[in-house]
């Protein structure tokens, strides 16, 4: 991705996340970028198209680096250390993100839902398999639960986050590890 074509992605987030996918025009999200409404059509086919490459990217990043993450983990604590930090610097650095996915994945085009929906999925489940490497007698239901309440906790960020980001990193860490047992 072009460091331009990103910098209109990170543009609009913001602006979906203040006013809703659908209060924003494309005139405005133009004059945002510095350009007009049509030049958008020269990074993206459309407004829908921009949604789409915006909650399916991220959620490719969330999963890829979860995956790194865990690979140079030494071992299932670890592992799951690893994955509570990415996801605290996720929730920090992606507040508007957060709020577009939660607002307005229903306005995503069926396809770019989908594949969300499938990284999102692959993204759980390697949260759960090292949540239950971590607790072994875990079933594969109650690791996936642990891994959506933890989520839900950590993607709360957009609405609690009333303390600076360093301070708001740490209380999310403490929750985090006392939620799995690894206080």
């Known amino acids: 991705m072009t ?3 990103q910098q209109i992605l990170d543009i609009a987030a913001e602006l979906f996340a203040a006013r ?3 209060g924003v025009s494309v005139a405005e999200l133009g004059s945002a970028c510095g350009i007009s409404g049509p030049a958008l ?5 459309s407004k829908d198209a921009m949604l789409a490459e915006m909650l399916v990217s991220i959620s490719e990043t969330l999963l890829a680096e979860g995956r790194t993450r865990v690979a140079g983990a030494a071992g299932p604590r670890e ?14 650095e992606h507040r508007a993100l957060i709020v577009v ?3 307005d994945w229903s306005s995503l085009p069926d ?13 759980v489940d390697l949260w759960a398999t090292e949540v239950r490497r971590l607790e072994p007698d875990l079933s594969p239901e109650a690791s996936r639960t642990r891994a959506h309440v933890l989520f839900g906790l950590l993607n709360s960020t957009p ?21 799995l047992g690894l206080a």
């Open 79 to 92: 592992a799951v250390e690893a994955l509570v930090e990415w996801h605290i610097a996720f929730a920090l």
């Open 41 to 45: 059509y020269k990074h993206f086919e």
């Open 101 to 103: 996915q939660d607002r």
């Open 3 to 5: 460091p331009r074509r």
């Open 20 to 22: 809703g996918f659908h």
């Open 111 to 123: 396809e770019a839902r989908e594949r969300v929906r499938a990284l999102q999925r692959a993204y």
């Open 159 to 179: 609405h609690s986050g009333r303390l600076p980001d360093p301070q708001m990193h740490d209380v999310l860490r403490e929750m985090a590890h006392g939620a």
